[in-house]
């Protein structure tokens, strides 16, 4: 009787179904690929990572330099500085900025909207942010700033109507409605908002 290691285990070939046969090709096939595609890779090396793609919007972010003056003046307060960006929308993309509120200011025919922060220079929690809206007139301008005037804010002498309240400073002049916010409460950041917004007011070349 063979031994264990004299059995032969090998079938002869005419016993071998064709299944088996087909699937023993596709297995050489697939371990050709993998050597193939080893020594390509060897032979050109990583692949390098693709750029990304950026889409555009048609917000545009001008950088800090001197023409932001045309748009917010220097505060005149120490240890703060005007904007160091500015930013514009249209109609059309104001959405991106205030999305939820868009609607509104667009039901009150707004043109634009440019924006900007004050920052403090050694306190970078200590900001004002400025929305300063254009409306294709007066009355659309009134209008807007008459639906978000609260019955109980402080009236101001500022433009041609004003309020704070909260800190916040909210005015019209001419066709623009603007926003004057600090992110802090208190006296001291509600001053220096208020301040802000006169400088705008009296600002020639605001936006």
């Known amino acids: 009787m063979p031994t264990l290691f004299g059995r032969?285990?090998?079938?002869?070939v005419e016993q071998i179904s064709y299944a088996e046969k087909v699937?023993?090709?596709?297995?050489?096939?697939a371990t050709l690929g993998l050597v193939v595609a080893f020594i390509i890779h060897v032979a050109l090396g990583p692949a390098q990572p693709a750029t990304p793609v950026f889409?555009?919007?048609?917000?545009v972010?001008?950088?800090a330099d001197s023409s932001n003056e045309a748009f917010f003046p220097d505060p005149g307060l120490?240890?703060?500085?005007?904007?160091?960006r500015v930013e514009h929308y249209s109609a059309a993309d104001l959405y991106q900025k205030i999305n939820g509120r868009a609607e509104a200011y667009l039901e009150h025919n707004v043109a634009s909207l440019t924006c900007g922060t004050y920052q403090h220079a050694l306190d970078s929690g200590r900001a004002v942010d400025?929305?300063?809206y254009k409306m294709d007139t007066p009355a659309d301008a009134m209008a807007m700033y008459s639906a978000e005037a609260p019955a109980e804010a402080?009236?101001?002498?500022?433009g041609d109507r004003g309020y704070q309240i909260g800190g916040a400073v909210f005015f019209c002049k001419d066709a623009s409605y603007a926003q004057v916010v600090p992110?802090?409460?208190g006296k001291d950041d509600a001053a220096v908002a208020l301040t802000i917004a006169r400088r705008l007011v009296a600002h020639d070349d605001a936006p």
């Open 23 to 29: 699937a023993g090709a596709l297995i050489l096939l």
């Open 8 to 12: 032969r285990y090998v079938r002869p």
């Open 154 to 158: 402080l009236t101001l002498e500022l």
């Open 55 to 59: 889409e555009e919007t048609s917000a």
């Open 61 to 63: 972010s001008q950088p």
């Open 130 to 132: 400025v929305y300063w």
């Open 78 to 84: 120490e240890g703060w500085a005007a904007p160091g």
């Open 183 to 185: 992110t802090r409460l």
